[in-house]
């Protein structure tokens, strides 16, 4: 049987459901202008991703992949969240989400580093604060796992110490290294480097031949889940496809949200067609405007500069995941 595009169908499945997983992928950010890789263009664009987003690349030519690097992070700095990472904003409020899945917890998990799904969670939670202003209680926020980390994150490779530095540039030879080339090399001593210890610094990133954030924790909750939602990666893309199969397997329902169709999307239950920013805007809308008076108050973007100059909503909530869910050590 074909998958369904009926938002009636879809609201019947996550009214019955327990514990819903969202993962999210590129296709998510493309309306707040962060390109894929494929479509970064300029000198990048010649570059395979494995030979740069790698520790081997990064010891080969610390310069380059930094250089790299500094781009996406002006990129993430100069971007905002979309309606889709609002809609999903609000599934992690509980006031919506009780309106839509009155039983069930959800999760978020991106594959994106851009932290533009932390910056949404945190625009939201703050406008819902229970009209007092402060942020609602944590606990009751929904998980949100950045597994890929975030471009914004610093890592020193002698200390370990990670931190968000949204520092423009990050040091005064990225800002001076002619960007659309690769081959301007800085000396290393020029590159960024930690405060703590002296040692050069890294993207604060998941690279190829490295274990994504949160595995354990994730697997948890997919092992859990009953209704998986795909948005913005193909279905046949690692690690969604494997998540989406092993709830699939066990009886799950799965909805794709995504641009365009994908191999494997004929087997999955519900398949949304489409911008994400515009399906899932109107799908929350659909789900939500009768019963709940939760908006999407977007004019709070103008205040975007400030919110973009903090630490995330997510560096607290971090801890409030690990307390919550003994006996779940990181791993
Ligand atoms: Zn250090």
């Known amino acids: ?39 970064s263009g300029g000198v990048w664009k010649s570059y395979d991703p494995s030979t740069i987003a790698t520790p081997t690349a990064f010891a080969t030519n610390p310069s380059l992949v930094w250089q790299h690097y500094h781009a996406m992070r002006e990129r993430a700095l100069k971007a905002t969240p979309n309606p889709a990472h609002f809609a999903l904003a609000l599934l992690c409020i509980p006031s919506f989400l009780s309106t839509v899945a009155p039983a069930a917890k959800f999760t978020l998990v991106t594959q994106n580093i851009d932290g533009l799904s932390v910056r949404a969670l945190d625009i939201t939670t703050a406008q819902h604060a229970n009209g007092s202003g402060n942020l609602a209680s944590e606990s009751e926020i929904s998980r949100l796992y950045e597994m890929h980390g975030r471009v914004l994150d610093t890592l020193c490779t002698s200390c370990g110490h990670r931190e968000y530095n949204p520092a423009d540039p990050l040091c005064p030879a990225l800002a001076a290294s002619d960007l659309g080339s690769s081959e301007g090399q800085i000396p290393v001593e020029e590159l960024p480097h930690c405060l703590q210890c002296g040692g050069l610094l890294r993207p604060g990133v998941v690279w190829f031949e490295e274990l994504p954030h949160h595995s354990r924790e994730i697997w948890e909750v997919v092992d859990a889940a009953d209704v998986c939602l795909l948005i913005g990666t193909s279905s046949k893309v690692q690690p969604a496809a494997a998540y989406a199969y092993e709830i699939a397997d066990r009886g799950g329902k799965v909805a794709v949200f995504n641009k365009e169709r994908s191999e494997g999307d004929e087997e999955r239950d519900f398949l949304f067609l489409g911008p994400c920013e515009e399906t899932l805007h109107k799908f929350s809308l659909a789900l939500g405007q009768t019963t709940c008076k939760v908006s999407i108050r977007t004019d709070i973007l ?29 791993n």
Request: proline residues 9%; glycine residues 4%; contains cysteine.
């Open 1 to 39: 049987m074909p998958p369904s595009s009926t938002v009636e169908d879809f609201r019947r499945v996550l009214r019955d459901s327990k514990n819903i997983i969202a993962i999210v992928g590129a296709g998510l950010s493309a309306a707040s202008g962060i390109p894929t890789w494929r479509d």
């Open 302 to 330: 103008q205040d975007a500069e400030c919110i973009r100059r903090r630490p995330p909503y997510l560096v607290h909530l971090r801890s409030v995941v690990r307390r919550h869910d003994k006996p779940q050590a990181r």
